[in-house]
């Protein structure tokens, strides 16, 4: 698979991630309004908010996938995919293979 191709399936991955987390997010919400939990002092919403806590972490790591996958897209259409930042060189393959959005070498990580 080329880079293009393999960063729009990340993208294509995080919007189904996205997708997932939001739905358990909002289902939550949606429990603990249904059923009038008090998130401090009832047990149970305690662990609600842990769990609504958990999903939204989630949720916030899939967006910033996508948001990194989506930086690579276009780092890879102006032509300077695959250069670190700090010293712009190029950033070996073997690690691009592993960290397809990464900005930066080894060193530099
Ligand atoms: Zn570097």
Redesign the pocket.
Known sequence: MGVEEDLRARVAATDERIARHRATVEGIVASVRSENVDDEHDPEGATLAWERQQAAALLADAEADRRAALDALDRWAAGTYGV??????E?PAERLAVRPSTT?????A
């Open positions: 670190c930042e700090v010293c712009g060189r950033i930066r070498c080894v060193e530099h």
